[in-house]
């Protein structure tokens, strides 16, 4: 299958670092990151997990849940940590799926159906696909998708911006426009007319062009 934004995130069970999940339960009323590596003991994707366990509490007053992915089993994982906690000085408290089947890779169309069924004889480059950012929504539906190359580490200060973006949209119909900050002027999304807009932005909205109405950022910063 492929997976587009709109479409529901397929629900799962699975064995996790944290113990076992299944992924709409353990997900609830939350917002979701569901990051993907190719394989344990890789240099890139050493430096993100941790560099995202210091970013963690930020998600989390935002009401976000952070989930990684790994075709290695959970075994694995485990003894993966110490070394990301040596490297990066922050040591992953989320929880990292365990898909020594390869079933999940699939299931998200992080590999082929004929990929096969373990992930024993794998390389990294084999799995290189397997390095996806899903970005899901409490109603469970996938909000945004990002794919990155192995070489390339994953910039998760512009995962957070995104999901800000994302949660403005979600709790006020508005957008943001390119390259949009915390604080900045937001756009009101096409949808809303202008009858509502002024029922929502009583403080009125500067029209650049009909389609074009910018207000400030409604509900202040993330909240905790």
Sequence with gaps: M????????????AQTTEGPIRFHDWLG??????FSHPKDFTPVC?????????????????NIKVLGLSVD???DHTR?????????GHKP??????????????????????????????????NQTVRTVYVIGPDKLVKASLAY??????????????LDSCQLTAQHKVATPVNWKQGE????????????????????????KPYLRLVPQPGGAPRT
């Excluded at 492929?2 to 069970?13: C, Q, S, V």
């Excluded at 993966?80 to 990066?88: F, S, Y």
């Excluded at 799926?97 to 069924?117: F, N, V």
Aim: a negative charge.
């Design 185 to 208: 002027d937001c756009i009101i999304v096409p949808a809303v007319a202008d009858e509502e807009a002024r029922e929502r932005f009583p403080a009125g909205w500067k029209t650049v």
């Design 93 to 126: 408290h989320y929880p990292l799926i365990g898909d020594p089947e390869l079933k999940i890779a699939k299931l998200y169309d992080m590999l082929p159906a004929d990929a096969g069924d373990t992930y024993q004889g794998r390389t990294a480059a084999m």
């Design 80 to 88: 993966w940590l110490d070394d990301i906690a040596e490297v990066t």
């Design 2 to 13: 492929t997976l587009r934004i709109g479409d529901e995130a397929p629900d799962f069970e």
């Design 29 to 34: 009323d939350s917002w979701g990151v569901l």
């Design 46 to 62: 050493t430096t993100e997990l941790g560099y995202l366990a210091k970013l963690e509490p930020e998600f989390a007053r935002r």
């Design 73 to 75: 089993p959970v075994e």
């Design 149 to 162: 190359p192995m070489s390339s580490g994953r910039n998760f200060d512009e995962v957070l911006r995104l």
